[in-house]
């Protein structure tokens, strides 16, 4: 269905048009005020002409058929209009109208009639229950909010919101940027949030795509358009509200009890490199830093101050923010020197208020932060405001100038930043953004939405962990038959067959077996233990018996097993007995894959056992893993300071750990159609040097669809 009528309509429909206040009024009244040099075509039986225009009694009654219908009508006359639009040939409706799915059962129904009528017509509908369309790049709107100034609206920013109070939040200041498109879409019956995101994926004068989202009703599809702006490095920004969790059906391992977690969503974005916001402020920052034409690097500011206080507020709060801001390397500090005069602390953030000139001395200390190569993005802070009563608000255009002028003479991302929130100057920000340039305000805000972009922008150039599987995969071992889980053994066999490293080890049948196994293969002291595929958790019944050090202790846990095996009336299902090499030395953590309902396997890790299901201290991915992610979970774990070795002790082989994660993550993401969860609860790691070993494993298939 193309949404080209619905979209940027050449000819709109206004049934329900009128000269009193209203909706149908405001429509009209925008579209003059646009320049919009379509067709508006009033239809109200009421009026032969409207606003100068011939005004048609019915939809059946039109000389040609519109692009677009606007209901300006109750939801209780919606019907018979929609008819006739799908009898005219109309390709796009908008709905304002709430009364449908949102209002019970007879709401429900009647919005199913409506879709059914959009469908078989081909009709693109817009709502019911929202706003309708702003696109100020063609002119043309079904937006329901009276156009007043359009002299700001256009712009590269596309939204799309299911809250039409966000459209109207967001479409009230628009000084800092304009939309290509403005879009509520309201209950969604035909065209969804997912349809709008991939035309404006695709549309070129989109730069950067706006999203508030409630629900995303088709998951698949959602991440598929989020992978597909990525790779065209089209940022898209994400609001996302109602994050309880959800439920979550059967649950085998240990992994699967994370799953359902609310951080999930923020995990699938990151992993599919959008931009996550949780509040508006930090939207707005986002899109503003979005607007300057070039977009910062990485993560390492040199910022310019107007005096020392502000400089020691910029370096508390970027650094909670995740920002470094390197010291002025000690040639450009001494030439910055001597024009501004002496500098106080690293020189970054720079106080150029030093003495003389303050032309001279701002354009001196933009062009030394630049001149640093340690610097990814240049930030000029001052304070303006269009109505300030003190000193020179003039001076509001110098400082554009400065930054305007420094930016021209770099390739770097430069931005001016006032230090209170929306506390903003008209004239400086229409400079800005004539010539590509961003404003951010609040230090928090704006310094926290820069590090936001250039950690989109480092992720969107990172790589993907992919690899083959080797030796077949899950399916080899389900080509004799449907399996519920795959006992530890057996899952080992295929980790070791990715090159993962597993603990030595063998099944056997008879004890006899066992005590030749652990002298002459394994090595004292062992590990035995049963394996089922219907015992998930071995411990719980006794069947972990560890730290078995020679043939008597041997032969007493082995009679020790059967009879557990026996009480947990398992016995018929034992595989065999395990004879494994005992792990000492190391460490304990966990990683473990589950499915999300929505949105795939996700990948935790953690450290301890057990623990993680009671204390949720995990870190979280969404699969594909990229290239640092390993690490970064790692990082992100508490206990992260054990691994690397705290408090005098040596530190363990994070590196060996950190290839175990990837090549894990790349199997798992490889083998998705296959798997439902995987547990690897514990992998040892040991001390530096000495590798890691996966301990145990647990393969849950994914049941046939
Ligand atoms: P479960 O099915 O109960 O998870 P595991 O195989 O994970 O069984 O064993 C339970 C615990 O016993 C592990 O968490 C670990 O602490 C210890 N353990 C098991 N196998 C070994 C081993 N080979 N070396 C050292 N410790 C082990
Ligand atoms: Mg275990």
């Given amino acids: 269905m193309s949404l080209e009528a619905l979209l940027a309509p050449r000819s709109i429909a206004i049934l329900g048009a009128s000269d009193r206040p209203s909706i149908g009024r405001a429509l009209v009244e925008s579209l003059d005020r646009l320049g919009f040099d379509g067709e508006v075509i009033p239809i109200n039986p009421k009026y032969p002409e409207l606003f100068g225009r011939r005004c048609y009694p019915a939809v059946d009654d039109l000389p040609r058929t519109p692009d677009v219908v606007a209901f300006c009508v109750s939801y209780a006359r919606v019907l018979d209009g929609l008819k006739q639009a799908a009898r005219k040939g109309a390709r796009g409706a908008v709905i304002y109208d709430g009364g449908f799915a949102e209002r019970g059962d007879d709401g429900k129904a009647l919005q199913a009639e409506v879709t059914g009528i959009c469908r078989e017509a081909g009709i693109a509908l817009n709502g019911p229950n929202c706003m309708g369309v702003l696109n100020p790049v063609r002119n043309s709107t079904t937006y329901m909010q009276e156009v007043r100034d359009e002299s700001r609206l256009r712009g590269s920013v596309g939204l799309i919101s299911q809250s039409g109070s966000i459209c109207i939040g967001m479409l009230a200041d628009v000084r800092r940027f304009g939309y290509t498109h403005v879009i509520s879409s309201g209950n969604e019956a035909v065209v969804t949030l997912v349809d709008y995101l991939d035309e404006l994926i695709a549309e070129p004068e989109t730069k950067v795509i706006a999203l508030f989202i409630e629900s995303v009703r088709d998951p698949e599809r959602f991440v598929a358009a989020l992978d597909r702006a990525a790779d065209c490095g089209k940022p898209v920004v994400v609001l996302k509200v109602g994050r309880s969790a959800r439920t979550r059906s059967a649950i085998t391992s240990h992994t699967g009890g994370l799953a359902g977690e609310s951080r999930v969503f923020s995990e699938v974005l990151r992993s599919h490199r959008a931009i996550e916001v949780d509040d508006l402020d930090t939207f707005t920052e986002v899109l503003a830093v979005c607007q300057g034409s070039v977009l910062p690097a990485g993560e390492r500011l040199g910022v310019v101050t107007a005096s020392g206080g502000q400089a020691e507020l910029i370096l508390d709060v970027a650094e909670q923010c995740g920002l470094s801001l390197p010291a002025l390397p000690d040639g450009i500090r001494a030439d910055a020197e001597r ?367």
């Fill in 339 to 705: 024009v501004i005069g002496p500098l106080t602390g690293d020189g970054n953030p720079l106080d150029a208020w030093g003495n003389g000139d303050f032309r001279t001395n701002f354009s001196h200390a933009l062009a030394s932060l630049d001149a640093n190569p340690q610097c990814d993005a240049v930030v000029l802070c001052t304070d303006a405001f269009d109505d300030n009563p003190m000193g020179r608000p003039e001076r509001a255009l110098d400082y554009a100038g400065f930054i305007v002028d420094a930016a021209q003479k770099s390739r770097k991302a430069h931005f001016v930043m006032g230090m209170r929130p929306g506390i903003m100057s008209t004239a400086q920000l229409d400079l800005l953004r004539q010539h590509g340039l961003a404003a951010v305000g609040g230090s928090r805000q704006g310094l926290g939405a820069i590090a936001q972009v250039a950690n989109w922008a480092t992720l969107l150039a990172s790589i993907m962990l992919a690899r083959p599987v080797a030796g077949g995969g899950v399916a080899a071992l389900l080509a004799a038959g449907k399996r519920a889980s795959i006992h530890e053994a057996d899952a080992k066999k295929v980790l070791a067959a990715q090159g993962m490293p597993v603990t030595r080890e063998a099944v056997v049948q008879t004890v006899d077996e066992a005590v030749v196994v652990a002298k002459e293969a394994i090595g004292y002291p062992i590990v035995l233990k049963a394996v089922s595929d219907h015992i998930a958790h071995k411990s719980e019944h006794g069947l972990v018996i560890v730290d078995v050090r020679d043939e008597a202790a041997l032969r007493e846990a082995w009679r020790a097993l059967e009879d557990r095996t026996r009480a947990a009336a398992a016995s018929e299902h034992v595989a065999g007995f395990l004879v494994q090499e005992m792990v000492s030395g190391g460490i304990e953590v966990f990683a473990g894959v589950t499915r999300d309902p929505d949105f795939g396997l996700m990948f935790a890790f953690g450290l301890g056992g057990v623990a993680i299901e009671v204390l949720k201290e995990f870190a979280l991915r969404a699969l594909p893993l990229r290239q640092g992610d390993a690490q970064a979970m790692i990082a992100g774990t508490k206990g992260a300071a054990l691994l690397a070795g705290a408090r005098a002790r040596e530190p363990y082989d994070l590196e060996s750990l950190v290839a175990c994660i990837e090549a894990f993550g790349a199997f798992a993401y490889a083998e998705r159609e296959h798997i439902e969860e995987i547990d690897l609860n514990p992998i040892i790691v040991l001390p530096a040097g000495r590798g890691c070993r996966i301990v145990d494993a647990l393969i849950v298939p994914r049941p046939a669809a």
